[in-house]
């Protein structure tokens, strides 16, 4: 729109009307590099504004002098939305940031107390509320942890930081530090023999870097408005909430939307003593005592990754397994994964067995406890003595007693997951993201995206959804596993054995060499569908920094890569990644793929 201009009227006036009759009004010129990064900003917000080009009029530099005047300022840009005064480019920029911009842009609803209340303040609770807070929302997320069995309890953040990827990829870093010295022995470095770990430093120093990141989860939170309230919240209306804090003190919120984001927490099994002897993963992390000589119990992620930093720190580890370890990844790898431990860790694997009974035979931090198992197979009894038990057998979605029933919220009864569509729960008003959500992935990078994009849906431009498939992702075990996409025997239940090509090698790391480490134990595989020109649909990689080098290849999973394109890209020398760029033998021709050298 041009803009309109009475030159006999006072420029007081003109200001006066323009920043009046204009949500947004941008005191401009044409040329100035400012002036356009502040226009696109409010592109950005899909908010339209009204743009006086000062260099384009004949009274602009009187316009100008007046603005000074006015505001102190000087210069273009000067912004204000509703009739309020924003400054220049940096204080709309800032404005932008911290989400000042866009609650002057959209005014809460005043029917409720907030637009957006988020249960959780976890991966996703904290980036769906933030996002929203940005957007100009009026936003509280209510966090509460429930304390385990043993009493251990945590900071804002939920899982991931407290209790879940962050301690435990620490934990592991000691474990490769502790194999690192006795390899550093084989390149000239004079370590001693008996060199000690110290179960309380380690778990000392991570515990302080996690209290700094719920520190600054607080601080985040308030720089961008968002109210953060410790306590535990439940749905008592179809917009209203009640809350419940650490000294049981009640409160009653409402909002026009709601978000749940509660996560998950371990699951005990029925097994006499497994409550009041064992711990999960919540009370490890920060046990202010060595647990010694360990038990895990379970075979999936968090319990194989557990017993792998375990015993890396010098601790005799035994894991009692079900039936298959890793269910839901590639059985071949992740049969690799179990000899590696074996084998080269020395983890002992009790297979296939169940608990039966956990028994205390001495009190102490750690004390003696004696587990008994049940073979699956033969029903024979095993019975052993382990100073901790963790139990890794799953865990539960938070989605009981948080009052889904009286909101109506559909939840599976079976698994206690909520089934949704674009995260959005049958109840329109309430979403849910997260590891509470039926058949999705539960890892942090998916909860944040989620919560990130759903946000974006609620309150501003945004159309685009969370991408569920070809997530990549990585287990922390001794010989770390990333992957993406199929694992072998779905991609063959899916498209039929003849569909598919699987090209794979072993490879032996360069650095590996001169410690004289194993050599046939890293392993690459791509798993190519046939009639669409060798796309690679399944990424497997078994080796050191799975996590570094499956987060590169993701990209190109997801554009859609063939094996013609890998085949295409060069290699990077010496590195474990550039195996994929070669690879040549497929499992059907059954060529030998054992390695020797570099
Ligand atoms: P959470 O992060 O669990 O947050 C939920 C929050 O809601 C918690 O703070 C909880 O206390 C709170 N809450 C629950 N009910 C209420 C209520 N009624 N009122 C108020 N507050 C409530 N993922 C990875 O991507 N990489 C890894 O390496 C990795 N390692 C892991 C290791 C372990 C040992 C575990 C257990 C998990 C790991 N994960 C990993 C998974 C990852 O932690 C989760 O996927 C992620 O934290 C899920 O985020 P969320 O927002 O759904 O829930
Ligand atoms: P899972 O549900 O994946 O695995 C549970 C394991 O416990 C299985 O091995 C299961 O055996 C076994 N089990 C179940 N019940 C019993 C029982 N009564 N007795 C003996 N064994 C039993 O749970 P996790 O806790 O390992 O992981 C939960 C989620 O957390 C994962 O899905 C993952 O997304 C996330 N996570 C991500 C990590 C990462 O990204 N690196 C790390 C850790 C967790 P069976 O196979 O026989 O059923």
Redesign the pocket.
């Known amino acids: 729109m041009a803009p309109v201009i009475n030159h006999s009227e006072n420029v007081k006036l003109i200001i006066e009307r323009h920043v009046k009759n204009n949500q947004v009004m941008l005191f401009s010129k044409s040329y100035c590099g400012f002036c356009s990064q502040v226009k696109k900003i409010f592109q950005s917000l899909g908010t339209p504004y009204f743009s006086l080009e000062l260099d384009e009029l004949d009274n602009g530099s009187d316009i100008q002098a007046e603005l000074t005047a006015q505001t102190g300022r000087p210069t273009v840009p000067q912004v204000f939305v509703n009739g309020a005064y924003i400054g220049g480019c940096d204080d709309t920029h800032a404005a932008y940031s911290s989400g000042k911009l866009a609650q002057l842009l959209n005014p809460p609803d005043d029917q409720y107390d907030f637009d957006l209340i988020v249960?959780?303040?976890?991966?996703?609770?904290?980036?769906a509320s933030k996002e929203a807070a940005k957007l100009g929302k009026k936003v509280a997320v209510?966090?509460?942890?429930?304390p385990t069995p043993k009493g251990t309890t945590?900071g804002?953040?939920?899982?991931?930081?407290?209790?879940?990827?962050?301690?435990?990829?620490l934990m592991h870093r000691a474990a490769i530090l502790g194999e690192s010295l006795e390899e550093a022995k084989k390149f000239g470095w004079d370590v001693p023999d008996h060199v000690q770990h110290s179960w309380e430093k380690m778990t000392g120093e991570i515990q302080n870097y996690i209290g700094s990141l719920n520190w600054g989860y607080r601080v985040a939170l308030r720089e961008k408005q968002v109210k953060y309230i410790n306590?535990?919240?439940?749905l008592v209306g179809d917009h209203k909430i009640k809350?419940v804090d650490k000294k049981k003190k009640e409160s009653f919120h409402t909002a026009k939307h709601f978000i749940i984001?509660?996560?998950?927490?371990?699951r005990y099994p029925n097994c006499p003593g497994a409550k009041e002897y064992g711990i999960t993963?919540?009370d490890?992390?920060s046990l202010p005592y060595c647990p010694g000589k360990t038990l895990l119990i379970g075979a999936s992620?968090?319990s194989l990754?557990?017993a792998g930093f375990l015993k890396g720190i010098g601790l005799d580890v035994t894991v009692m397994v079900r039936s298959i370890l890793l269910r839901g990844f590639d059985q071949n790898i992740a049969e690799r994964i179990g000899s590696h431990m074996s084998e080269h860790c020395g983890i002992k694997f009790i297979r296939p067995c169940v608990p039966t009974k956990v028994e205390e035979i001495e009190p102490g931090q750690p004390g003696k406890l004696r587990v008994t198992g049940k073979m699956v197979d033969s029903g024979e009894e095993v019975v052993g003595d382990y100073n901790t038990v963790i139990f890794?057998v799953g865990?539960d979605a938070?989605t009981s007693?948080?009052g889904l029933d009286v909101a109506g919220v559909q939840v599976n009864s079976k698994n206690g997951k909520i089934p949704t569509m674009a995260e959005q729960t049958n109840i329109p008003h309430i979403y849910a993201?997260?590891?509470?959500?039926e058949g999705k992935?539960?890892?942090?990078?998916?909860?944040?995206e989620a919560?990130t994009l759903l946000a974006r849906r609620l309150y501003g431009n945004g159309e685009l959804q969370c991408d569920y498939l070809n997530v990549p992702?990585?287990?922390?075990t001794p010989l770390e596993y990333g992957c993406i996409g199929y694992p072998e025997e779905h991609a063959i239940e899916k498209y039929g054995e003849e569909n598919i090509e699987v090209y794979h090698t072993n490879f032996l790391p360069l650095e590996w060499t001169v410690p004289k480490k194993s050599e046939n134990v890293c392993y690459a595989k791509l798993i190519c569908l046939k009639p669409e020109n060798e796309r690679v649909i399944g990424f497997h990689y078994l080796g050191p920094n799975a996590?570094e080098v499956t987060q590169g290849f993701a990209i190109g999973i997801k554009k859609g890569a063939t094996k013609a394109d890998f085949d295409a890209t060069i290699g990077i020398h010496p590195t474990c990644a550039e195996v994929f760029t070669t690879l040549s033998v497929t499992r059907r021709s059954g060529e030998s793929i054992k390695q020797k050298g570099c």
């Open positions: 249960i959780g303040g976890g991966s996703g609770g904290l980036a209510f966090d509460f942890v429930t945590w804002l953040g939920g899982t991931c930081v407290n209790v879940g990827c962050i301690p435990k990829k306590a535990h919240a439940e809350a984001a509660t996560g998950e927490r371990p993963s919540d490890l992390f992620y968090v990754e557990c890794a865990r938070c007693g948080i993201i997260g590891d509470i959500l992935l539960e890892l942090t990078p998916v909860a944040i919560g992702t990585t287990v922390f996590g």
